[in-house]
């Protein structure tokens, strides 16, 4: 959750210093505030549908939904790029845009399916993509995002459901860099036949690439490598997790092919399965740069073998250290091409995840991993690894450090209803693993959690859509799981005398706002209503009013003069019930 909190300050600081442009308030289309704005601006998106081509134009800007101000990763889902165009993709950066162009907080989906990147197009620029959904989207190749001589930025990003014809489900990269941290990749699928379907998540050509802590689960290649081709290419893969990825060829994983460099350190490999091998296959009749390297790295349970070398006329080296990898050396096939670096620390043995049917990898108290990798490693002049971020006497292998004290907490929850009229109660069940002490249950992104029970049960008065977040935690440790539109509460079909008052919905507008805004609310009846103002740490830090009204319409104007800028909540009680806006104070 610390990474949100990074983005939202750098994102707070651009605004503070720039125009802030808003859509549909002011520009009814996104790309008229484009225009309209000029570097440093934020172009800010409220939660709908859109859909039309977007040009960043060359543009220092940041175009984003409400998820800066609110972290609510409903936002996310609600804002949507979309559009089906089979001849160009959503999103372009051809103009040389940089660093400082910004993308982030979208859903994005293009149902047509262009030939190069059915959401985004990147042409010589190096865009920063951040907290982005790409889901559905198509093309022959690069199904969400298709880079040439370019050097993206990808963070916190998700890729869903994405597919190429040729090469690349989610991602193509041609004589590209590209930085990825913290991205899931999921059920994308490049499933072209023949000399194509290569890459089922990500396809490499001519390009560097750095992955960190990504996750590849399920993705699937007609052809070959399930999760990563890598042509003529050079990889730094760390703390990435490779599951249940498939190919119908050679390798349901990493395959490098004729490629320079690289370096796979503290990843996972698991039940992925291709004709080869599951985890990783090499094919090189050009000299690499330096012999690749597998450091730290747990290969098991993955199908026919591990590590595969094709039986082509250039020797090869590996080196492998201190990972854990199912049949030992002798279980490579190296067809008498590879010569097996085998250093001393490797192991043979049931790594002991804790719940891999949840894609939960932290490993058991009793795993030979833990503590059996190694925190800095140099060989032959070069140095692989130097940290000193781990817990316990030295790293685990894989890429979770496990606190065999404090096990891992895994959040998980279920409701036992998911839609009726209003009100509507429903009761929550924690089913989260590792041992937490303390619950926390929220409703569609408010800082104020509605319930502090375990197994809590909570009415929903209002008809509407709710997202549920659960942050579940102990002394050492915590995580969170928010399902998105969990809730949907419907209008009663028939007037109920019995049904409590529904709650008032207040208006905070302008929003954002500066030095002051308008709280809008009625009252169908004379009665005490109390409004405060809380901070984003859930303290009260305005008592706006308290104090009776008579039924009506009612504007109550809020200046907080002394406070900083920031989000805040502005709760209104009446008749002993609540509701609660957002307010983005900017100075």
């Not at 690069?142 to 014809?165: D, L, M, R, V």
């Not at 012999?291 to 073998?305: D, F, K, R, W």
Request: aromatic share 10%.
């Amino acid at each position: 959750m610390q990474r949100y909190l990074v983005l939202f300050i750098l994102l707070i600081s651009i605004g503070l210093s720039a125009t802030i442009l808003n859509v549909p308030q002011n520009y009814h289309y996104i790309s008229l505030a484009i225009i309209a704005a000029t570097d440093g601006d934020t172009v800010l998106v409220q939660p709908g549908t859109y859909n039309g081509i977007i040009n960043f134009d060359g543009k220092a800007i940041t175009l984003a939904s409400t998820y800066i101000f609110t972290n609510n990763e409903a936002d996310i889902h609600h804002t949507i790029l979309g559009g089906n165009y089979s001849d160009a993709s959503l999103i372009s950066f051809i103009n040389g845009e940089g660093e400082g162009s910004i993308l982030t907080g979208f859903t994005i989906t293009n149902a047509g399916a262009p030939a190069q990147g059915g959401a985004v197009f990147c042409d010589g620029t190096s865009p920063t993509l951040l907290n982005l959904r790409f889901s559905d989207n198509q093309a022959t190749s690069g199904g969400a995002i298709f880079t040439n001589e370019a050097n993206p930025t990808i963070e916190n990003c998700e890729f869903i459901n994405n597919s190429s014809t040729e090469f690349g489900g989610a991602i193509y990269l041609e004589a590209s860099e590209m930085t990825m941290n913290n991205c899931r990749l999921q059920n994308n699928n490049s499933d072209g036949a023949g000399t194509l379907g290569r890459g089922g998540a990500v396809f490499v050509s001519y390009s560097t690439v750095d992955l960190t802590n990504c996750n590849f689960y399920e993705n699937t290649a007609n052809v070959h490598a399930g999760a990563v081709y890598l042509s003529y290419a050079s990889a730094n893969i760390l703390k990435c997790q490779f599951v249940g990825n498939t190919a119908g060829g050679n390798v349901g994983a990493v395959y490098s092919y004729k490629s320079t460099h690289l370096e796979v350190i503290n990843c996972l490999f698991y039940n992925n399965s291709g004709t080869n091998a599951g985890s990783l296959r090499f094919y090189t009749d050009v000299a690499p740069t330096d012999v690749p390297i597998v450091l730290n790295t747990i290969c098991y349970g993955n199908t026919p073998c591990e590590i595969f070398f094709a039986s082509d006329n250039l020797s090869h080296e590996l080196i492998i250290a201190y990972s854990d990898l199912q049949g030992g050396e002798d279980a490579i096939v190296t067809n008498n091409v590879a010569e097996i670096v085998w250093l001393e620390g490797n192991i043979d043995a049931d790594p002991m995840y804790v719940a891999p049917e949840y894609d939960h990898f932290f490993l058991q108290p009793e795993s030979p991993c833990i503590d059996a990798a190694q925190a800095v490693f140099e060989y032959e002049g070069i140095t692989y690894i130097d940290t000193d971020s781990y817990l316990g006497d030295n790293l685990d292998m894989g890429p979770c450090e496990t606190d065999v004290d404090n096990p891992a907490i895994l959040a998980m929850f279920e409701a036992d209803i998911m839609e009726g009229d209003a009100p509507l109660t429903v009761n929550f069940t924690d089913l989260s693993l590792g041992e937490p002490t303390s619950w926390e249950w929220y409703s569609n992104g408010d800082i104020i959690p509605f319930s502090q029970e375990q197994n809590p049960q909570w009415i929903f008065e209002e008809p509407g859509t709710y997202s549920i977040r659960l942050v579940a935690y102990n002394d050492e440790q915590t995580d969170w799981i928010n399902e998105i539109d969990l809730i949907q509460v419907n209008v009663p079909s028939a007037a109920d005398e019995d049904l409590p008052p529904a709650n008032i919905a207040l208006s905070v507008y302008p929003n954002p706002f500066n030095p002051s805004t308008t709280l809008d609310f009625s009252l169908s009846e004379s009665e005490n209503v109390t409004l405060a103002a809380y901070n984003l740490k859930g303290e009260k830090i305005d008592l706006i009013f308290n104090d009776i009204l008579p039924a009506g319409n009612h504007k109550l104007t809020w200046e907080p003069q002394s406070l900083p800028s920031g989000i805040y909540f502005i709760r209104l009680i009446h008749n002993h019930q609540s509701t609660t806006s957002k307010a983005i104070l900017l100075k």
